[in-house]
């Protein structure tokens, strides 16, 4: 049958299966040299970072699954196609799983037959010289009195001190030099392998996490600490490393003159931390971009703001409700808002079980009253206002569903009024307190402002050998971009008027205008050894006794 790998087909149902074998093993191969082809490979490669592109631009369920379901509310018909397509996990998807496979197939592919090749040469010697080294690019050729075995000789010592590889070949020096070229492209497509182990290694295998933290308070390593955690398909909570660390003190100053007012100036937690179950307490400090490393986790500080200390009392001046409330900033000069929600042991002036809830706003540094805003006017803590609005009713915890706890929802709310009617809200100083109408209770802003940072708790092994990967991948491909590989021959024959004819010629496997100057340089080494011949018929007659005579230029080569 033309034009099939299986060619002429026997009758019979064995001649049937032996084409059938032969036609599945033809394609067998046309597919693997087309898979491992430079050019496929190039192909996946752009198709892989073509395919990372809407995982930068479309929301990831793995990052902010909140995103993901805005994106599907707002876009009916857009966001249900994008789920199909899998655009929500973009590095998760079956399409860009195969594209990465491929490329890995691809590589490997690439390189193994590549790396035999590669041995092989090392284990070789360079070639003999050609017959007529005048048609080589670069050529030069001069008569001397020197023993063809003495030039040889020199030639080979010329080449060594060079770093060629040479040997002897007939009445030749056969030298190569440029391996690490080829050295160079097969580490370059080693790191690429090296890059996608660990990639996948790290994605599979990573976790994230965030955490809230006042001061005095503290984390430990489990999975229920956390406010949000994410992690990898294959992690597992024994991955978890076993730490805890509690926060003592945060310290932030600010610039307060000049174009950048407000802007952090010192951003720091003092930490005391401890490794498994019996650590020794240590005390570190954790700055922005300088995490606290414990084994392959590390522990970063990415955010800070303000807990106000309130006290909450019932009808009969009972305290229900007292520590700080962490808030959360909402502009850079950390105005911030949040609630207060008392969920148990609150009763009412008639003494019947209620839950309280409180819509806060704080700010550091309050503008003024009649100022016309109530936002703040610095990150510092210069004057600090407390501003609340008091509601009561079923908080929704109840109903078994997850809410936020830095948010009120009044849904079921019913807000306490005065007696205009309007909403009991107040704006509170330091020590100050609000109380709630009909006697049922009172809201007080301590004296005490405590502060919080936020931080990222992230594993994800796999990065060492990520940078790694991309250094050597930067030298391999520099390598092979300016490393150039290169043949030079050196013959030495006795001439019929028994004079030594040495010819020297050069070969570049790839175009290179510096090859011509090298010839010569090595050229002008090796006739230190074995001058030019001059007959006293054809001496020059202004030259000086005893001055040596100049080196042929070699052909195409820059004279100097």
Partial sequence: MPGSFGGSRAPGALGWITWTAREVIGWARWFWRQLTSMRVALILLFLLSLGAIPGSLIPQSGTDALKVQEFLDAHKTLGPVYEKLGLFHVYSSVWFSAIYILLFVSLIGCIVPRTWQFAGQLRGRPPGAPKRLSRLPAYAAWRTDTDPEQVREAALRALGRRRFRAHVAGD????????????????????????????????????????????????????????????????????????????????????????NKGTPHTYQADVTYSVGAYGKEKKTTIKVNEPLHIDDAKVYLVSHGYAPVVTVRDGKGGVVFHGPVPLL??????????????????RDAQGRSDQLGFAAFFVPTFAGAGKGTMFSQFPALDYPVLAVSAYHGDLGVNAGIPQNVYQLNTKKLKPFKDSKGDLVKARLLPGETMQLPGGNGSITFDKQVKEWAGFQIVQQPGTGWALGGAIAAIFGLAASLFIQRRRVWVRATTGADGVTVVEMAGLGRSESTKLPEELGDLAALVHEQAPTKTDEKDADPDQEPGAATPVPAAEGAQKK
């Fill in 172 to 259: 030749a020096v056969a030298a190569e030099k440029g391996y690490l070229r080829e050295l160079g492209n097969l580490a370059f497509h080693i790191a690429l392998v090296v890059m996608l182990i660990a990639f996948a290694w790290g994605q599979l295998y990573k976790s994230e996490g965030n955490k809230l933290i006042v001061e005095g308070d503290g984390f430990a390593n489990t999975l229920t600490q956390y406010d949000d955690f994410k992690s990898g398909n294959l992690f597992t909570d024994d991955d978890l490393v076993p730490f805890s660390f509690d926060l003592k003190k945060f310290t932030g100053t600010y610039e307060r003159t000049g174009p």
């Fill in 329 to 346: 900033p909402i502009d850079p000069n950390v105005t911030s808002q949040g609630a207060v929600k008392v969920y148990d042991g609150y």
